[in-house]
């Protein structure tokens, strides 16, 4: 029932690594996020995927790529792991497309806590 | 750009009321949001007001906008234990039907009991 996932929930890896966070959303919703949380507990947005469309590409290293194979699913690749990547990644969902304004909720996944040693 | 702030730290008593503030500077702003982050978790949406309110309230919270100030504010009565978590306020808009949402720099509430 769980209505958005995240794997793994922790990763511990080395620095200069390739590593994938996974991400799926249940609740048929057209848009799909991640965030990256730090130690500060400052969210910020890196990417958001509109029906596997890439739709806001924040000022991220080109090392991140967003995949999205299909609308339920977005995941994250991560290349040559720094320490400074090391945070808590949201895999977040929404119906973010309407034809007038309405309050929309977004839906966040448990996170992914990235430690790079 | 959209820029949302909150103070980052607020210590309350068990039983007192918490008020945590939060200020935007997009005026095209339709809906201002707050969401809870509990410890090892996710945000959860808490509450919302569209943009022509000023007042909303849902059983202990009540949320204030202040739309000329561009200052939202959430109170929560009686503040238990269980409330202690950070707190984002949001706020979204719609150009071109897509809806765009800016989450604040977040307050951690901290309930004594």
């Known amino acids: 029932d769980t209505a958005v996932s995240q794997t793994p929930k922790y990763l511990v890896t080395q620095m200069g690594n390739d590593k994938s966070i996974k991400c799926e959303q249940n609740?048929?919703?057209?848009?799909m996020y991640w965030y990256k949380q730090d130690s500060k507990k400052f969210l910020k947005i890196m990417f958001s995927?509109?029906?596997?469309?890439?739709?806001i590409n924040e000022t991220v290293p080109n090392r991140f790529s967003p995949k999205s194979p299909d609308k339920a699913h977005l995941n994250l690749h991560i290349n040559s792991l720094e320490l400074g990547d090391s945070a808590v990644y949201f895999c977040?969902?929404?119906?973010?497309?309407?034809?007038?304004?309405?309050?929309?909720?977004?839906?966040f996944g448990p996170g992914t806590r990235l430690t790079v040693t | 750009g959209e820029d949302v702030e909150q103070s980052l730290f607020l210590s309350v008593r068990e039983g007192d009321s918490s008020v945590i503030n939060c200020t935007y500077t997009d005026s095209s702003s339709t809906y201002l949001y707050w969401y809870k982050q509990e410890p090892g978790a996710g945000l959860q949406l808490l509450t919302y007001?569209?943009?022509?309110?000023d007042m909303k309230q849902d059983q202990r919270l009540t949320v204030l906008l202040n739309k000329k100030d561009k200052h939202l504010s959430l109170r929560i009565a009686d503040t238990q234990t269980g409330d202690s978590a950070i707190y984002f306020c949001?706020?979204?808009?719609?150009?071109?039907?897509?809806?765009?949402?800016?989450f604040g720099t977040g307050t951690k509430l901290q309930v004594i009991p």
């Open positions: 977040a969902s929404s119906q973010a497309y309407s034809d007038s304004p309405a309050p929309y909720e977004q839906y």
């Open positions: 007001i569209f943009s022509n309110m």
């Open positions: 995927y509109n029906n596997k469309e890439l739709i």
């Open positions: 609740l048929g919703h057209d848009t």
């Open positions: 949001a706020e979204s808009n719609s150009p071109g039907g897509y809806q765009k949402v800016t």
